[in-house]
């Protein structure tokens, strides 16, 4: 009967999965072929999401920004966009704009086929 064994007897089945691994100076799991590699994966993992939370805040930090400063010129020039709309007439006048805005958008494309970037 081995030292192990002789553990496992005394301290239950568990404690011999356990006195098998070990536990490196460095935290690392003794007798686990790998483990290196797999630890050098999941840093590499946590890189990379660390990298994409960045650029997803990023993001939404640019989203708020813009909304932060619609909502300041809507606040400066006393505008409630909630009664405007409430107005007869007004989903209408929205829909007219934003064909006259589309009308204004082919206009400038053509003119830049024509003519070229200006």
Do not use: C
């Amino acid at each position: 009967m081995s030292a192990t064994e002789a553990e496992g007897e005394k301290l239950g089945e568990g404690a011999e999965r356990t006195a098998d691994i070990g536990v490196g100076g460095a935290g690392v799991p003794n007798g686990q072929p790998g483990a290196e590699a797999e630890n050098e994966r999941l840093r590499a993992r946590v890189a990379a999401l660390e990298e994409e939370l960045v650029e997803v805040q990023s993001r939404t930090n640019a989203a708020i920004a813009k909304w932060q400063e619609q909502a300041y010129w809507l606040d400066r020039w006393h505008l409630d966009l909630n009664a405007v709309m409430r107005r007869p007439g007004a989903t209408e006048l929205l829909g007219a704009v934003r064909g006259a805005r589309g009308v204004w958008w082919r206009v400038k494309l053509f003119k830049r086929r024509l003519l070229g970037p200006s």
